[in-house]
């Protein structure tokens, strides 16, 4: 039954498991993304301040972080800290780590970006009009760079969306490993079953990330100077 | 006086859309004249050069140069361009190459002419503009001025029939502008054919030989410029003028 | 530490580092034809061609290179298309790239001013002459610091192709701690590994972009 290979989506839970397992991923993004968030402005703030010191454990944090492949930084967590510092982490627990880690370094630098990106002279004319520093920040600088950082930030989760996939690969039981399930139970019955399902699930992470893309294209739209 | 006709624009007609630009412009250049075409902004002459250059499709009507057509869509576009030659307002340099390849690229890729024998040719029209020194640095470390001087040379080193001038002052800090006027004034002695868009009424006076006054896309006066600035017959281009004057502060609290 | 279990499995981290090189080169060099291609589709909005790019890049940029390439090695198959491991992986990693190449050789294409073409063709160049000598060394030029940026994430998704079978880094650095388990030893190999392929490119990659942006042409 070559041409009805789609049909093994339709047959018991299958479907369901499927966007289960996809909840997993989605899961692990949103709480690192809620995480990262408020870690990341610390840390893009702290990126700007005046202690030289501290600007340079930042680059080296953030410098490490981003060179290395995602799946490196997972690998280091969860067969590393086993061995380093004797806990057992579970894969949901490292992964959630880990993209913290990821996600705040990346908010980090939109932060630090976005705040160096207002021009000086946004800070002389506010001194000019006779606001103080708090002033000056609360209504001039924070809804400027608010403007430049919404759209790379919410860009961010489908970045982190997409590299949650990573997951599988320490073990997890998330869409692609359900899939594999059940293209294995279905082997003879359904001999297309990858092609369909691998195409589904293709679709499916469109489906989540694509909207949250056109969001983000929008707000620059809408935003830019 | 119609022998040597260079240049000639029939009822040409330009539209955006549904807005008419220009609106049956009629207009004949000699060989060796200078016409300085005015008019208020948004009225449609720097659109007319760009039509005498093909950089606009038109909607109706002809631009001939020699006899031939200039039309964005024909075949040999490429060829008439280079019989004309043109100045804009906006630094149009480009920012990659230095002044000489600027002023040489075009010389020998489109025109095939020897790398030698174009820079030899820039580097006499480089001492004419007084720019010599700068023939191995980028646009980006020229003033405004010496920016819009290269471009007078890059035009030139194509050899072209004619030269259209677009507002190439508009841009520049006052003190920039004479140096740029003056080499205009010098290729007008050499007997160069040029259409000129200006707001410098001064200088208009000096270098045309006739002034066209456009506005709401149609030709409104013709003169001499003599004639055109002391008595313009036409209300409009009286207005025109006067915004360019201003009264003595004592004359208007009497 | 384990010295001399790091000195007797390097080599094999050196064997992977290859094949990890060897397809992101592959992977780059087709993403930037990919890239170039549809940069100029794009720039030129080149009618039903424009549409068909436009549905690539959302499709490439909204979807996991690992869900691309199970459907690439796993499904595909089953149509009757067979590749191996690594021609999946190179397909993937271009599938995946050329839509980040393309954005950034359009955004260096529109980043020229109209008035540059305009200059050109009052010349007397043709449209081809315009790209050739003015438009394109202008485009390359801003496209750069994106490019190497796209480069350097390109040789980090090469990360996932453990997953289709490809002994890179990833699969020997597991295959390592699975069989004597000297996490430590294993992971620092495959750290020090990303590190030697990486790093250079990052480093050149900022020294290049300071110059562009801090100098331009001629300074």
Same mark, same amino acid.
């Given at each position: 039954?070559?041409?009805?290979?789609?049909?093994? $989506?339709?047959?018991?839970?299958?479907?369901?498991?499927?966007?289960?397992?996809?909840?997993?991923?989605?899961?692990?993004?949103?709480?690192?993304?809620?995480?990262?968030?408020?870690?990341?402005?610390?840390?893009?703030?702290?990126?700007?301040?005046?202690?030289?010191?501290?600007?340079?454990?930042?680059?080296?944090?953030?410098?490490?972080?981003?060179?290395?492949?995602?799946?490196?930084?997972?690998?280091?967590?969860?067969?590393? +800290?086993?061995?380093?510092?004797?806990?057992?982490?579970?894969?949901?627990?490292?992964?959630?780590?880990?993209? *913290?880690?990821?996600?705040?370094?990346?908010?980090?630098?939109?932060?630090?970006?976005?705040?160096?990106?207002?021009?000086?002279?946004?800070?002389?004319?506010?001194?000019? $009009?006779?606001?103080?520093?708090?002033?000056?920040?609360?209504?001039?600088?924070?809804?400027?760079?608010?403007?430049?950082?919404?759209?790379?930030?919410?860009?961010?989760?489908?970045?982190?969306?997409?590299?949650?996939?990573?997951?599988?690969?320490?073990?997890?039981?998330?869409?692609?490993?359900?899939?594999?399930?059940?293209?294995?139970?279905?082997?003879?019955?359904?001999?297309?079953?990858?092609?369909?399902?691998?195409?589904?699930?293709?679709?499916? /992470?469109?489906?989540?990330?694509?909207?949250?893309?056109?969001?983000?294209?929008?707000?620059? !739209?809408?935003? &830019?100077? | 006086?119609?022998?040597?006709?260079?240049?000639?624009? !029939?009822?040409?007609?330009?539209?955006?859309?549904?807005?008419?630009?220009?609106?049956?412009?009629?207009?004949?250049?000699?060989?060796?004249?200078? *016409?300085?075409?005015?008019?208020?902004?948004?009225?449609?002459?720097?659109?007319?050069?760009?039509?005498?250059?093909?950089?606009?499709?038109?909607?109706?009507?002809?631009?001939?140069?020699?006899?031939?057509?200039?039309?964005?869509?024909?075949?040999?576009?490429?060829?008439?361009?280079? !019989?004309?030659?043109?100045?804009?307002?906006?630094?149009?340099?480009?920012?990659?190459?230095?002044?000489?390849?600027?002023?040489?690229?075009?010389?020998?890729?489109?025109?095939?002419?020897? !790398?030698?024998?174009?820079?030899?040719?820039?580097?006499?029209?480089?001492?004419?503009?007084?720019?010599?020194?700068?023939?191995?640095?980028?646009?980006?470390?020229?003033?405004?001025?010496?920016?819009?001087?290269? +471009?007078?040379?890059?035009?030139?080193?194509?050899?072209?029939?004619?030269?259209?001038?677009?507002?190439?002052?508009?841009?520049?800090?006052?003190?920039?502008?004479?140096?740029?006027?003056?080499?205009?004034?010098?290729? &007008? &002695?050499?007997?160069?054919?040029?259409?000129?868009?200006?707001?410098?009424?001064?200088?208009?006076?000096?270098?045309?030989?006739?002034?066209?006054?456009?506005?709401?896309?149609?030709?409104?006066?013709?003169?001499?410029?003599?004639?055109?600035?002391? +008595?313009?017959?036409?209300?409009?281009?009286?207005?025109?003028?006067?915004?360019?004057?201003?009264?003595?502060?004592?004359?208007?609290?009497? | 530490?384990?010295?001399?279990?790091?000195?007797?499995?390097?080599?094999? /981290?050196?064997?992977?580092?290859?094949?990890?090189?060897?397809?992101?080169?592959?992977?780059?060099?087709?993403?930037?034809?990919?890239?170039?291609?549809?940069?100029?589709?794009?720039?030129?909005?080149?009618?039903?061609?424009?549409?068909?790019?436009?549905?690539?890049?959302?499709?490439?940029?909204?979807?996991?290179?690992?869900?691309?390439?199970?459907?690439?090695?796993?499904?595909?198959?089953?149509?009757?298309?067979?590749?191996?491991?690594?021609?999946?992986? *190179?397909?993937?990693?271009?599938?995946?790239?050329?839509?980040?190449?393309?954005?950034?050789?359009?955004?260096?294409?529109?980043?020229?001013?109209?008035?540059?073409?305009?200059?050109?063709?009052?010349?007397?160049?043709?449209?081809?002459?315009?790209?050739?000598?003015?438009?394109?060394?202008?485009?390359?030029?801003?496209?750069?610091?994106?490019?190497?940026?796209?480069?350097?994430?390109?040789?980090?998704?090469?990360?996932?192709?453990?997953?289709?079978?490809?002994?890179?880094?990833?699969?020997?650095?597991?295959?390592?701690?699975?069989? /004597?388990?000297?996490?430590?030893?294993?992971?620092?190999?495959?750290?020090?590994?990303?590190?030697?392929?990486?790093?250079?490119?990052?480093?050149?990659?900022?020294?290049?972009?300071?110059?562009?942006?801090?100098?331009?042409?001629?300074?």
């Amino acid at each position: 039954m070559q041409d009805l290979g789609i049909s093994i $989506l339709f047959k018991g839970t299958n479907f369901l498991r499927l966007l289960g397992g996809l909840w997993t991923t989605v899961k692990i993004s949103l709480i690192a993304v809620l995480i990262s968030l408020p870690l990341g402005i610390i840390l893009g703030l702290l990126m700007t301040s005046n202690s030289k010191f501290i600007k340079a454990v930042c680059r080296v944090y953030l410098d490490f972080i981003r060179i290395m492949p995602q799946l490196v930084l997972l690998f280091l967590v969860y067969f590393g +800290a086993t061995r380093t510092f004797g806990v057992n982490l579970s894969a949901f627990t490292s992964a959630v780590i880990v993209f *913290v880690m990821w996600g705040t370094a990346e908010m980090g630098d939109l932060v630090r970006s976005a705040l160096i990106s207002i021009p000086k002279h946004q800070y002389d004319s506010a001194a000019a $009009l006779g606001m103080n520093s708090r002033q000056t920040f609360r209504y001039v600088i924070l809804p400027q760079t608010v403007r430049r950082l919404l759209p790379p930030s919410i860009n961010l989760i489908t970045r982190m969306i997409k590299t949650t996939s990573l997951v599988v690969l320490i073990g997890m039981v998330e869409v692609l490993k359900v899939a594999q399930q059940i293209i294995d139970a279905n082997r003879f019955e359904y001999p297309t079953a990858s092609l369909w399902i691998y195409g589904v699930i293709f679709l499916l /992470y469109f489906l989540i990330c694509w909207p949250i893309s056109l969001l983000s294209r929008a707000l620059e !739209k809408r935003w &830019a100077d | 006086m119609n022998s040597d006709v260079l240049l000639e624009v !029939k009822d040409l007609v330009k539209k955006f859309d549904d807005d008419t630009i220009l609106d049956g412009i009629n207009l004949s250049v000699h060989q060796g004249e200078v *016409v300085v075409v005015l008019g208020p902004s948004g009225c449609g002459k720097s659109t007319l050069l760009r039509c005498i250059n093909g950089l606009e499709p038109i909607q109706g009507g002809g631009v001939y140069l020699d006899g031939v057509t200039i039309d964005p869509g024909a075949k040999n576009i490429s060829e008439m361009r280079q !019989k004309v030659g043109m100045v804009f307002q906006s630094y149009d340099l480009f920012p990659h190459l230095t002044i000489m390849e600027n002023i040489t690229l075009a010389p020998r890729k489109v025109a095939g002419r020897s !790398k030698e024998d174009a820079e030899a040719e820039a580097r006499q029209l480089l001492e004419r503009v007084s720019l010599l020194d700068k023939q191995d640095v980028y646009p980006r470390q020229l003033s405004g001025g010496q920016k819009q001087r290269v +471009a007078i040379v890059r035009a030139l080193c194509m050899h072209p029939e004619v030269m259209l001038f677009d507002e190439v002052t508009a841009a520049l800090d006052p003190e920039m502008v004479r140096e740029v006027l003056d080499v205009m004034l010098g290729l &007008a &002695a050499g007997g160069m054919t040029m259409v000129i868009v200006t707001h410098e009424l001064s200088f208009a006076r000096a270098i045309a030989d006739r002034v066209i006054f456009i506005d709401g896309g149609r030709i409104v006066e013709e003169a001499p410029p003599k004639q055109f600035f002391t +008595a313009p017959r036409t209300k409009r281009a009286q207005e025109f003028l006067n915004t360019f004057t201003f009264e003595d502060k004592d004359s208007q609290d009497s | 530490m384990d010295l001399e279990f790091i000195h007797k499995y390097a080599p094999l /981290y050196v064997e992977a580092a290859g094949l990890t090189a060897r397809i992101a080169f592959f992977g780059i060099v087709f993403s930037l034809i990919v890239g170039v291609l549809c940069g100029f589709i794009r720039h030129f909005k080149v009618p039903v061609l424009q549409r068909i790019v436009g549905a690539y890049i959302e499709l490439s940029r909204n979807t996991p290179l690992l869900v691309q390439l199970f459907f690439l090695y796993y499904g595909l198959p089953k149509l009757g298309i067979m590749l191996s491991s690594e021609q999946c992986a *190179v397909a993937g990693l271009t599938f995946l790239g050329g839509s980040y190449m393309c954005e950034s050789i359009r955004s260096g294409l529109d980043s020229i001013e109209p008035i540059q073409t305009e200059s050109a063709y009052s010349l007397g160049f043709t449209p081809v002459q315009t790209m050739r000598y003015i438009l394109f060394p202008q485009a390359l030029a801003v496209s750069v610091p994106a490019i190497t940026a796209n480069m350097i994430f390109l040789i980090k998704e090469t990360s996932v192709v453990s997953a289709i079978a490809l002994a890179d880094l990833m699969f020997v650095a597991k295959d390592l701690i699975g069989l /004597y388990y000297q996490t430590d030893e294993a992971l620092l190999m495959l750290v020090i590994s990303y590190l030697i392929l990486l790093l250079p490119i990052s480093i050149i990659s900022s020294l290049v972009e300071r110059r562009l942006r801090y100098a331009g042409f001629g300074n």
